[in-house]
């Protein structure tokens, strides 16, 4: 498909992709193995503005605009999801948060750290027994003599274990349900801050995940991001950014396991033909391709609908949840697929398409599962619920 992308696009298109081939390429399966988190590929990658794609250069940023950053996020992932995942936390999680809510005194101290990639980012909703239903969290935030005391426990932080700061949200009027909760900004080393166990996943296994505890952990009123009450919309509304980040990320991986798939089947021979000769390997071949391009589309799309709310203020709930829904299921259809294609080589840890398929899933279920897309768009299409 052609896409008329200006100078800058493909300037940044062939800045991550270079980075990813000569940087990322030669330690993603190493990281994959040991789990370990990519802190020095991380931090160069901030050095280069990939960490704060859409941040002002004031602030530390790069100064590009949402198409750019689903460009760089693809071209990272189609390399290493683990990168691609951390990447689009940092990116639109946080500093997308404080750039948009933030004071000027937030936006100075903490985006500009984040967006140059001094430090690790995260962003934390998910409760142990609060997930797609986030408005039920049980985390309380209390104000006492100027510092909101917070408690609670937090799971599935993305970059739990590495991050120094850390947006959250809690109950702050345990009365009001979604009205009551508010967000606040916490640093890695408040006493009363702990991290818990780094969670053992099937893939992103180099993106580090774990629980946050807070117990009486201090954080001062300014500190608070926005109004009290406040936290859920922020919540939802960067969420918004967040799912098409990941979508960003779903497309790499299906475009690293439709490219894995068509050299293989150019080349792999089987009774006496190359295999892509298979009508049954070809269709394949096809419909990997059909969904790749359909996914990028959406998500052009919802990176443009996302840029133009940046002066009209309208929300782009629809077209980043119709983007993430559709390029996860993609990502898991050609990952899935490039297995089957690769035989007995897909399965083998010898070659990245079965990290490609172990990657795949979990674009299915953070920030939104598919289930929560498909409730989105379809309460904002019948008006029902
Ligand atoms: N933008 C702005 N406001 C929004 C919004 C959006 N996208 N979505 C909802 N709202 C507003 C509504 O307008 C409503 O506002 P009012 O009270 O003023 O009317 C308010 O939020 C409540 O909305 P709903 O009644 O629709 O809320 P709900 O409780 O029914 O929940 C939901 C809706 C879509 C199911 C939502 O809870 C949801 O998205 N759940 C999934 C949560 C999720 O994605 N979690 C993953 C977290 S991050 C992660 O995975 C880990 C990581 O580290 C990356």
Partial sequence: ???????????????????????????????????EFPMETIKRMGAMGFMGIEVPEEYG????????YVIAVEEISKVDASHGGIMSVNNSLFCHTILR???????????????????VAAYSLTEPMSGSDASTMRSKAVLENGHYVLNGRKSWVTSGPVADYIVVFMLTDV???????????????????????KEPKLGIRASATSEIVFENCRV??????????????????????GRIGIGAQALGIAQAAYEASLEYVKEREAF?????????????????????????????????????????????TLEAS????????TAMFCAHHAVQIHGAMGYSKEFPVERYFRDAKITEIYEGTSEIQRMVISRLETGLR
Avoid: C, W
Avoid at 61 to 68: V, W
Avoid at 287 to 315: C, F, P, V, W
């Fill in 175 to 197: 009365e009001e349900e979604h009205k009551g909760i508010s967000a606040f900004i916490v640093e890695g080393d408040t006493p009363g801050f702990e991290r818990g166990k």
């Fill in 220 to 241: 001062p009123l300014e500190n608070r991001l926005g109004e009290e009450g406040q936290g859920f919309i922020i919540a939802m509304a960067v969420l918004d950014a």
């Fill in 61 to 68: 940023g790069a100064g590009m605009d949402a198409l750019a």
């Fill in 272 to 316: 006496g033909k190359k295999i892509g000769q298979f009508q049954g390997t070809g269709f394949k071949i096809a419909d990997m391709k059909t969904r790749i391009e359909a996914s990028r589309g959406l998500l052009y799309s919802a990176a443009m609908a996302k840029e133009h709310s940046k002066e009209n203020d309208q929300r782009y």
């Fill in 1 to 35: 498909m052609t896409y008329i992308l200006t100078d800058e696009h493909e300037m940044i298109r062939q800045t991550a992709r270079d980075f990813a081939r000569n940087e990322i390429a030669p330690i993603a399966a190493e990281f994959d193995e040991s789990g």
């Fill in 322 to 329: 119709m983007a993430k829904l559709f390029a996860s299921e």
């Fill in 101 to 119: 809510y933030g004071s000027e005194a937030q936006k100075k101290k903490y985006l500009t750290d984040a967006a140059s990639g001094k430090i």
